[in-house]
């Protein structure tokens, strides 16, 4: 990662006043350090030696350069350009599993991390999906559809891929939804990717449950962060720049 991380640990002392049948709290006094780039300014020189070949290995897996993005690309609910931007890849990597789906699904939950503006290196799509996550493919009546929807506005909103526009309350409920401008109709049978761990019925996405015709590869080469490194050298290698924007898509009124 290309951004200081700062991280607070917090030692607390506890005072204990003893009675003979009990104890009593008295006092409680805590203390904060910050651990940041500061304990770098002056590495210990055996450590670094001893760590050198380690970081060579890991800098040689994570380091190689994937692709390229306009501007930080951040995840925040209830849109955002970077949950908007993972079910978009989604949608267009589809096409290697011989799937047209209507529209994709990705948990705000299963988004770590941001892409910082400039290279996209594979430790960084790493960050960004960390998990173990898979893509699969399903399908869902419309009215389970609206189901769905209804569970995203719960959650105040989670990412979904163009096309898709939720109008939902501050308090999580769906006001209207509709794909690629039509209504959801309640008889009709939507084809939908997201990953593995949302059909299972996570993150109150309970409605993946009753989905059919479920294509879950399990090889590992299908988790969502080769997914979306693939899709990265595609682009690279197409000379693009990846971008992502807010445009609508999840709408608070």
Do not use: W
Not at 81 to 97: G, R, V
């Amino acid at each position: 990662m290309r951004n200081n991380i700062f991280l607070g640990t917090v030692f607390a002392v506890i005072s204990l006043s003893a009675c003979t049948s009990h104890y009593t709290l008295t006092d409680v006094t805590r203390t904060r350090i910050v651990v940041d780039n500061t304990y770098d300014a002056t590495p210990d020189a055996a450590a670094a030696a001893f760590l050198a070949p380690y970081k060579q290995k890991v800098d040689s897996v994570m380091g190689p350069v994937v692709g390229r993005v306009a501007k930080t690309l951040v995840a925040d609910r209830p849109e955002s350009p970077l949950s908007n931007l993972l079910p978009d890849i989604f949608m267009y990597m589809a096409k290697y599993y011989q799937e047209k789906p209507d529209f994709a699904v990705y948990n705000m939950g299963g988004i770590r991390s941001s892409f910082i503006k400039g290279d996209v290196t594979y430790g960084d799509v790493l960050d960004v999906a960390p998990f173990e996550n898979k893509i699969c493919f399903l399908t869902m009546t419309g009215e389970q559809v609206m189901t769905l929807f209804g569970q995203i506005a719960f959650r105040g909103g989670e990412g979904v891929s163009k096309g898709v526009q939720l109008v939902i309350t501050k308090d999580g409920h769906l006001v209207s939804a509709t794909l690629n401008g039509k209504p959801i109709d309640p008889a009709a049978r939507y084809r939908i990717t997201t990953i593995d761990y949302l059909v299972q019925g996570n993150d109150g996405m309970t409605a993946f449950k009753s989905a059919t015709d479920v294509n879950s590869p399990s090889d590992s080469k299908n988790n969502a962060r080769y997914v979306i490194t693939d899709y990265f050298r595609e682009m690279m290698k197409a000379g693009k720049t990846v971008d992502a924007k807010v445009e609508g898509r999840i709408v608070v009124k």
